[in-house]
């Protein structure tokens, strides 16, 4: 049974740093990408960052770039997202999303998914 679990979320000032990680179970995705979805209060879960199976390539929602920074260890399984300079508009619950890199970004095409860590940003 595969399992995703997500853990760093917390509360953090505005201007802040947290780092999430990923653990996934259940099998390895070194052929799969692995990445990051949000969903903030009364908003759609949207799309925040990817990393391919081997790790070469990211994409980045274009509200993060610069501020977020995917990586993944392959050898644990584990996706992080590193999160320097965090803002108000950043709090939402952070999930781990696992498809093919060609679906990745798409809310409706991945194939799994974690059950969410929350991040609260204060002003």
């Known amino acids: 049974q595969v399992q995703l679990v997500e853990s760093g979320g917390g509360l953090v000032q505005a201007g802040g740093s947290l780092r999430l990680s990923c653990a996934a179970s259940?099998?390895?995705?070194?052929?799969?990408?692995m990445g990051w979805f949000r969903q903030g209060p009364g908003k759609e879960r949207e799309f925040v960052a990817a990393?391919?199976?081997?790790?070469?390539?990211?994409v980045y929602a274009d509200s993060v770039k610069g501020r977020f920074a995917i990586s993944r260890d392959n050898a644990e399984n584990t996706v992080y997202l590193q999160m320097n300079s965090l803002k108000p508009e950043d709090t939402a619950v952070y999930y781990c999303?696992?498809?093919?890199?060609?679906?990745?970004?798409?809310?409706?095409?991945?194939?799994?998914w974690g059950k969410g860590t929350l991040v609260t940003v204060s002003s």
């Open positions: 990393i391919s199976g081997g790790g070469g390539g990211t």
């Open positions: 259940g099998r390895t995705f070194t052929n799969s990408a």
């Open positions: 999303a696992v498809s093919d890199w060609h679906r990745i970004t798409a809310a409706g095409s991945i194939d799994y």
